[in-house]
């Protein structure tokens, strides 16, 4: 059974950080394609930041230098360290992975499993 399940979000200041870790397990996590998802209230799911099977990354242009994609395929976990967060920053967060292995890990992917999303919250 594959589970995705988020943890790390919270409440902080601008220009504080967070870090966002998924526990995932029931699938292959070191080969797939994994990214990190954001929802804001009233606005589309934006792709955030992915990270294939030989850890090459890519990212939204309204993070990059800012947050970082990263994994530990010892643990089965995947990671969003997010510095310089801005109040449009604020989303619930979700883990996602692809079955698919490979180089090409982007947006344009289809992501079959996905976890329940952790809030974070950015104040001025």
């Known amino acids: 059974q594959v589970q995705l399940a988020e943890s790390g979000g919270g409440s902080v200041q601008s220009g504080g950080s967070l870090r966002l870790s998924c526990a995932a397990s029931?699938?292959?996590?070191?080969?797939?394609?994994m990214a990190w998802f954001r929802q804001a209230p009233g606005e589309e799911r934006e792709g955030v930041a992915f990270i294939n099977s030989y850890r090459s990354t890519v990212y939204a242009d309204s993070v990059k230098g800012r947050f970082t994609i990263s994994k530990d395929n010892a643990k089965n976990t995947l990671y969003l360290q997010m510095n310089s967060l801005k109040p449009e920053d604020t989303a619930m967060y979700y883990c996602a992975a692809a079955a698919r292995t490979g180089a090409y890990c982007t947006s344009s992917v289809s992501f079959t499993y996905w976890g329940q999303g952790t809030q974070v919250s950015v104040s001025s």
């Open positions: 029931g699938f292959p996590f070191s080969v797939y394609c």
